[in-house]
């Protein structure tokens, strides 16, 4: 059998360098991982076992690791593309716009679409917490793969450019004192950042409910890292398995209530009290619709108390919507509907988010995007839901003169 050729991507010339209006911070947007990423990364004697680019009969790209083929998703890198539909299978890097794989082009593209700076997820060939790698069949080979990934986003990725992109590491999840020292390690090199499972539980790990990642949250906490949840790195909203694939990309704001929910119920926010958890992805519109259910049930549990529903028999002596509402961030992509409840989310807890290279990203035209969104907002909450919240949170540089 013959195997058909793909057919070249088409991409839309350069777009012309954005008018300024904002200083904009990201706080969710994609690299994908180029090849050679891990070569000299790894101990000699796992070297040759580190992910590697293989090319198909058919011209696609696939990671190699741990036996397995890893395709590259033609649908996870489309800014650029003068047809966004024609890429939905296998893909190659010449399929995607240099900014999604290369750091000078990626901050060339950050600089058209006027983009101060960037913190970036994960992608293919690790899955967007770390969860490929410590899946890995030696531990050995899975752990120094994690490291050998958080060496290159710090020196190669974020340390040729530091004042314009944040660190964010993932950590080993098969041991959580192995993950605690992992991120310890990277806090202490500048990492400000950590992708986590949003609902361990769907992958094969104990819940949070269990205590099993104590470790790794006590490192979170005392190093100050913040703990960052994507929408879909444990996988997506259950539909029938008939329903066409936009179902899912609806349901992100259900998931990220979902994640949110177990996380705060967990407890986890109130024994560790300096957490900063950061849900991606997922908008705002829900949040205050979850709120007001909160409240709805402290009011309706007799003598103003959770006990019943599991919260003040576990020990929780705190109101869990102050938790929510101490310990939570949330990243605002669209939300035209909702962002009049702003003041309900908690101004100071709204971080911006352009996804770029995905389907869903605003960019080249971010700014003209956020000046719609946020019409009616005052200078002071512009100012913090586009780049002071994030500067806070992750402790990122601003440059000299900030908008507006």
């Not at 050729?5 to 994908?32: C, G, M, N, Q």
């Not at 593309?81 to 990626?106: C, N, Y």
């Not at 929408?231 to 998931?255: I, M, N, Y």
């Not at 605002?332 to 908690?346: A, E, K």
Request: a negative charge; glycine letters at 8%; proline letters at 8%.
């Amino acid at each position: 059998m013959t195997t058909s050729a793909r057919k070249p991507v088409e991409f839309l010339p350069d777009p012309e360098p954005r008018e300024v209006k904002y200083t904009l911070i990201s706080v969710d947007d994609h690299l994908v991982e180029p090849p050679g990423m891990f070569e000299g990364k790894l101990p000699a004697k796992f070297q040759d076992l580190a992910p590697r680019i293989v090319r198909q009969d058919d011209g696609s790209e696939q990671w190699f690791y741990d036996g397995n083929l890893i395709p590259m998703e033609g649908s996870n890198a489309v800014v650029g593309q003068a047809d966004r539909q024609q890429i939905l299978g296998p893909a190659a890097f010449e399929d995607m716009r240099k900014g999604s794989w290369d750091v000078h082009e990626r901050v060339r593209d950050m600089d058209l679409g006027g983009i101060w700076a960037q913190l970036n997820f994960p992608s293919i060939v690790s899955g967007f917490c770390g969860r490929i790698f410590s899946n890995t069949s030696d531990p050995e080979l899975g752990l120094w793969t994690t490291r050998a990934w958080n060496d290159w986003m710090l020196e190669d990725w974020c340390g040729a450019y530091p004042d314009r992109l944040i660190p964010l590491g993932i950590t080993w999840l098969a041991d959580p004192e192995w993950g605690a020292a992992e991120i310890r390690r990277n806090a202490e090199r500048g990492f400000k950042a950590v992708s986590l499972p949003e609902r361990p539980h769907k992958i094969g790990y104990p819940s949070l409910h269990s205590g099993y990642w104590d470790p790794i949250l006590q490192a979170c906490d005392e190093t100050d890292t913040v703990i960052c949840l994507h929408v879909g790195s444990t996988g997506l909203v259950e539909v029938a398995k008939d329903a066409p694939p936009g179902s899912t990309t609806v349901l992100f704001p259900a998931l990220s209530l979902e994640s949110f929910v177990d996380w705060l119920w967990s407890g986890v926010a109130v024994r560790f009290p300096n957490l900063k958890i950061m849900m991606a992805e997922g908008g705002i519109g829900w949040v205050p619709m979850v709120f007001d259910r909160l409240e709805y049930l402290f009011d309706h549990a007799g003598g103003h108390s959770y006990g019943i529903w599991g919260w003040n028999s576990r020990g929780y002596n705190m109101d869990p919507i102050e938790v929510a509402q101490r310990n939570f961030y949330f990243c605002l992509l669209d939300d035209p509907s909702t962002i009049i409840c702003r003041d309900r989310v908690g101004i100071d807890k709204i971080l911006a988010e352009v996804d770029y290279p995905h389907a869903d990203s605003t960019w080249p035209d971010s700014q003209v995007h956020f000046e719609k969104l946020l019409t009616g907002l005052s200078a002071d909450e512009i100012r913090k839901v586009t780049h002071l919240n994030a500067a806070k949170l992750f402790r990122h540089p601003l440059p000299p003169v900030t908008l507006p």
